[in-house]
């Protein structure tokens, strides 16, 4: 079993930053691609990004490209989602997720474990 831990959410304003950070612990997850997904009050869990195992993949959804970045130490057993230039629509409790499938997995239904998640508010 994997537990999954974010941290780093909070309060800013439009054009700040802020990094989120996920803590996994139980086991590595170093065999794992890694993905943050980000939900808004009466919207579906979206996918934000994606990471492979390595590191040396991504994928982002393109309304985050250019100002969001995600990152990992597998000798940590941990996932960072730097953001940058935050807008009001990047409002959401953001995930954290496991997924044992091959790169670039978008799909929240294919990932294997969840943090509880961190709120993220963006006021304008």
């Known amino acids: 079993q994997v537990q999954l831990v974010e941290s780093g959410g909070g309060l800013v304003q439009a054009g700040g930053s802020l990094r989120l950070s996920c803590a996994a612990s139980?086991?590595?997850?170093?065999?794992?691609?890694m993905g943050w997904f980000r939900q808004a009050p009466g919207k579906e869990r979206e996918f934000v990004a994606v990471?492979?195992?390595?590191?040396?993949?991504?994928r982002y959804t393109d309304s985050v490209k250019g100002r969001f970045t995600i990152s990992r130490d597998n000798a940590k057993n941990t996932v960072s989602l730097q953001m940058n230039s935050l807008k009001p629509e990047d409002t959401a409790v953001y995930y954290c997720?496991?997924?044992?499938?091959?790169?670039?997995?978008?799909?929240?239904?294919?990932?294997?474990?969840w943090g509880q998640g961190t709120q993220v508010t963006v006021s304008s």
């Open positions: 997720a496991a997924t044992s499938g091959v790169v670039g997995i978008t799909t929240p239904g294919r990932y294997d474990y």
């Open positions: 139980g086991r590595t997850v170093s065999r794992n691609s």
């Open positions: 990471i492979s195992r390595s590191g040396g993949n991504t």
